[in-house]
């Protein structure tokens, strides 16, 4: 069974960094694309950021330049570097690997809050 757990969240002050982390149990971890995806209360889903198993990265255009994500294959681990978070970012952080064959795995969230 596929698990990905993700940590890293918490309460932080705007400005503030967070790093979240996405751990994979699944065989082949470099041949997905990895996915981190928000949900403020009352909002829908939203896409963050990508990174496809060839390293390209694509971002939401509100974290541009705040946000970075990467991805250790040989730890099976995805990261999101958070800098200069904002109160709007404040929100349930979901990692999702997506392969090339429309499925894909879910990680539980893990909770993200930016206040003073």
């Known amino acids: 069974q596929v698990q990905l757990v993700e940590s890293g969240g918490g309460l932080v002050q705007p400005g503030g960094s967070l790093r979240l982390s996405c751990v994979a149990s699944?065989?082949?971890?470099?041949?997905?694309?990895v996915v981190w995806y928000r949900q403020a209360p009352g909002k829908q889903r939203e896409l963050v950021a990508s990174?496809?198993?060839?390293?390209?990265?694509n971002y939401e255009d509100s974290v541009k330049g705040r946000f970075v994500i990467s991805r250790d294959n040989a730890k099976n681990t995805a990261y999101l570097q958070m800098n200069s978070l904002k109160p709007e970012d404040t929100a349930v952080y979901y990692c999702?690997?997506?392969?090339?064959?429309?499925?894909?795995?879910w990680g539980q969230g893990t909770q993200v809050t930016v206040s003073s």
């Open positions: 999702h690997l997506r392969s090339d064959y429309g499925y894909g795995y």
């Open positions: 699944i065989r082949i971890f470099s041949a997905y694309a």
């Open positions: 990174i496809d198993s060839g390293g390209f990265t």
